[in-house]
């Protein structure tokens, strides 16, 4: 079998299952995504997820589109689109067979993959160890061992300490003070102040943290609890890398097709 016969399906739409998918999808592997039916991405611009919503979603050049049943997917493979489908079970696996099944879900725990659910079996992040989980493991902390394919073992722990821009990390992100419905009333790409009302959770509003421009905001009318994170301010206001996949997730996409490469390319 060549390389893009291989067929590849991946638990989650979030930021980093859509850069492992958007990179296998460039590299011809077969991809198809599967979500859950409400989604709660915050950086919008670079997650297929969004067509769960929308339908389709593009990003740098590569359009997943939302299908309801297996049988869709290879009519979009045929046009070069990338499947995605509501389908947290993961029936989808039955019928297409994966060569390869990859748990993106990024939960820090292991929700039910198994090692024997495909030929090769990746998990990525915390939660999944090597030989008992899945066959191998990529590392997606932010550390010198960003994107390191893990042969043995488990991934480190998640720091919970998001990305530095312009030397920002915790004072940058927002988060819910409590449970209610999220409304947006501003979006992704737009120029804030610090202070600034950006949104509302049950009624109470939310404001921005710091002067930049909105990288990420969770999608308006979703009810959400306490804690979550519903947005980051990048202090450079620039918006490009709003829809710009992160260097961070390319290094960790770049770590799953070294994996796949290692297991297939003999």
Same mark, same amino acid.
């Given at each position: 079998m060549k390389l893009d016969d291989k067929v590849v399906l991946i638990r989650g739409g979030g930021e980093v299952a859509s850069g492992v998918a958007h990179r296998l999808f460039r590299a011809h592997f077969k991809v198809c995504l599967t979500e859950v039916a409400?989604?709660?991405?915050?950086?919008? %611009?670079?997650? $297929?997820? +969004? *067509? #769960?919503?929308? %339908?389709?979603?593009?990003? +740098?050049?590569v359009t997943?589109?939302?299908?309801?049943?297996?049988? +869709?997917i290879p009519g979009i493979w045929s046009e070069n689109k990338l499947p995605i489908m /509501?389908?947290?079970?993961?029936a989808t696996r039955g019928a297409l067979h994966p060569?390869?099944?990859?748990?993106?879900?990024? *939960?820090k725990r292991n929700l039910g993959t198994k090692i024997s659910d495909?030929?090769? /079996?990746?998990?990525?992040?915390?939660? $999944?160890r090597v030989g008992r989980d899945v066959h191998l493991a990529v590392e997606t902390n932010n550390s010198e061992s960003l994107g390191r394919v893990i042969l043995e073992g488990e991934a480190e722990s998640d720091t919970g300490i998001p990305i530095a821009i312009g030397g920002l990390t915790f004072e940058r992100v927002v988060h819910s003070s409590g449970d209610g419905l999220f409304l947006a009333d501003r979006e992704i790409g737009d120029l804030v102040t610090a202070g600034e009302v950006i949104a509302s959770v049950g009624g109470q509003e939310v404001?921005?943290?710091?002067?930049?421009?909105?990288?990420?905001?969770?999608?308006?009318?979703?009810?959400v609890e306490k804690g979550i994170?519903? %947005?980051?301010?990048?202090?450079?206001? +620039? @918006?490009?890398?709003c829809y710009? #996949?992160? !260097? @961070?997730?390319?290094?960790? !996409? %770049?770590? /799953?097709?070294e994996a796949v490469l290692m297991r297939f390319n003999v």
């Open positions: 409400c989604p709660q991405a915050v950086s919008r %611009g670079v997650t $297929f997820s +969004e *067509a #769960i919503y929308d %339908g389709e979603k593009e990003i +740098e050049g997943a589109r939302l299908v309801k049943s297996a049988g +869709e /509501v389908d947290p079970e993961l060569d390869v099944l990859i748990d993106a879900i990024m *939960a495909a030929p090769l /079996v990746i998990g990525l992040g915390p939660g $999944f404001r921005a943290p710091i002067d930049g421009v909105l990288r990420a905001l969770l999608r308006s009318d979703i009810e994170k519903l %947005g980051e301010v990048d202090p450079t206001g +620039e @918006r490009e890398p710009r #996949i992160r !260097a @961070r997730i390319r290094a960790i !996409a %770049g770590g /799953v097709l």
